[in-house]
Nanobody, 122 residues
Framework: QVQLVESGGGLVQAGDSLRLSCAAS????????MGWFRQAPGKEREFVAAIRRSTSSTYYADSVKGRFTISRDNAKNTVYLQMNSLKAEDTAVYYC???????????????WGQGTQVTVSS
């Protein structure tokens, strides 16, 4: 049973920082590419960031490039999303995702977490 459990969401003010974590119960975490998506009220879920197995390559949506950083700790089976300079438009439920393919983890991942709410007040 694969489980992805997000944590770290909350209510912050514009300009603040927040770090999300996702603990994965994947048998061999290092074999999976990991990603983050978000869904704002009334909008479709959108890709935010992804990281390859090796951590040498990361990918970001244009809307978060330069402000968000994805990283992973394979020893802890955890992926992180450091979010800086938060804006009101970053308000959304943030979902962790996993897939063996970097292409699929940015589009249609095999595994999803339950999500964590991030609210940015302006």
């Amino acid at each position: 049973q694969v489980q992805l459990v997000e944590s770290g969401g909350g209510l912050v003010q514009a300009g603040d920082s927040l770090r999300l974590s996702c603990a994965a119960s994947l048998r061999t975490f290092s074999n999976y590419c990991m990603g983050w998506f978000r869904q704002a009220p009334g909008k479709e879920r959108e890709f935010v960031a992804a990281i390859r197995r090796s951590t040498s390559s990361t990918y970001y949506a244009d809307s978060v490039k330069g402000r968000f950083t994805i990283s992973r700790d394979n020893a802890k089976n955890t992926v992180y999303l450091q979010m800086n300079s938060l804006k009101a438009e970053d308000t959304a439920v943030y979902y962790c995702a996993a897939d063996g393919s970097i292409a699929r983890v940015t589009t249609t991942p095999a595994y999803w977490g339950q999500g964590t709410q991030v609210t940015v007040s302006s």
